[in-house]
């Protein structure tokens, strides 16, 4: 079984997109697709301004024939609750999953519904067809504190700084950046890599200020500057969160 429509689940910055471009190209090499292009769009982008406008809804399927098409923030779909999905999203739903089952488009694309858990639950209650049309899931799970830094480590490689790994460095160290973290993945705008990617280039930053002058190739950062951007980005989150 060969599955062309998935529900991916998960928080922001968990590759999903990224899966989805991957998908694209083994499905092209099985020769399954005519492409290995990935048409992104939004929830959105499929619901209409008035009721019966579904024109661009079927011009997002054309485009994606053959490729692969990727919702994102799928829940919009969904309204503010299963009880209150409001008629445009309810209608671009229903024309969705009209549209799957219909010749022209029925495993001539993979069509990719992806978001938040609950969110891509709730979702799928909102239409007894669309859990039927969608029944292959893939769970993408928040990265650990521990994976986040080690992402973050070759992250600052690609960047050509090189993390201080001494022996003079203690376990209490690691264990606070691990600490911090876990704090940031508490925030509602956490976005795992990309934040992880976003705290690489603020490290840099401070990197090549603090560095002036040092030959690119001895460029290093301690725990201890890490340690500084992590409690800088969560002391913003605080602030955004007032």
Not at 114 to 120: F, H, I, L, Q, V
């Amino acid at each position: 079984y060969i599955p062309f429509a998935l529900v991916f689940k998960g928080p922001p910055g968990t590759v999903k997109t990224t899966t989805a471009r991957i998908l694209g190209d083994i499905f092209y090499e099985m020769g399954f697709l005519s492409a290995s292009e990935v048409i992104d769009c939004s929830a959105t982008d499929l619901i209409g301004e008035y009721v019966g406008q579904t024109g661009h809804e079927i011009n997002l399927l054309e485009r994606a024939l053959g490729k692969v098409l990727f919702i994102d923030e799928a829940y919009r779909l969904a309204g503010k609750s299963i009880g209150n999905c409001s008629s445009f999203a309810n209608e671009a739903v229903g024309e969705l999953v009209d549209c799957m089952t219909k010749p022209r488009y029925s495993r001539k694309l993979v069509i990719v519904l992806a978001g938040y858990s609950d969110d891509m639950d709730r979702i799928l209650h909102i239409n007894t067809g669309l859990r039927s049309r969608l029944p292959t899931d893939i769970v993408f799970p928040s990265m650990s504190p521990a994976h986040c830094l080690e992402y973050l480590e070759v992250q600052l490689g690609k960047l050509q700084i090189r993390v201080d790994r001494s022996p003079t460095i203690s376990e209490w160290e690691y264990s606070t950046v691990r600490d911090l973290f876990a704090q940031l993945q508490k925030t509602r705008s956490w976005a795992n890599a990309r934040d992880v990617e976003t705290l690489a280039r603020n490290i840099v930053f401070e990197v090549y200020k603090s560095q002036r002058g040092t030959s690119d190739s001895d460029l290093s950062v301690s725990m201890d500057d890490i340690m500084n951007c992590l409690d800088d980005m969560l002391g913003q989150r605080d602030q955004s969160s007032e």
